[in-house]
């Protein structure tokens, strides 16, 4: 089993930054792709960025250039560093991990991750 635990929401101003971190724990060599998706309020959860353990990276749209992605498997801590944040960055974030198996279209499909965390919300105000 895995266990994902997510740190560093909280309150922001627009413009600001935030750097999200989730720490792994449990039978990590088995978790090949790990990412960070988010839940807005009557939304559907979507993807925010996803990383290989070569390093690659897939961002959505919406926060290329402003998000990055990281992963250290020897602390086993994936971060999300959050820069330029917007109001509609509002959300609840979750760290996933997907179990053997490469990220794929992962970004589009949360049902392929079998691990996550239970999520820390960051809040941007005008």
């Known amino acids: 089993q895995v266990q994902l635990v997510e740190s560093g929401g909280g309150p922001v101003q627009g413009g600001g930054s935030l750097v999200l971190s989730c720490a792994a724990s449990?039978?990590?060599?088995?978790?090949?792709?790990m990412g960070w998706f988010r839940q807005a309020p009557g939304k559907e959860r979507e993807g925010v960025a996803l990383i290989e353990r070569d390093g690659s990276t897939t961002y959505a749209d919406s926060v290329k250039g402003r998000f990055t992605v990281s992963r250290d498997d020897a602390k086993n801590i994936l971060a999300l560093k959050m820069n330029s944040l917007k109001t509609e960055d509002t959300a609840m974030y979750y760290c996933a991990g997907r179990f053997m198996s490469a990220c794929g279209r992962g970004l589009s499909d949360p049902s392929l991750f079998q691990y996550w965390g239970q999520g820390t919300q960051v809040t941007v105000s005008p």
């Open positions: 449990g039978n990590t060599y088995n978790i090949y792709c």
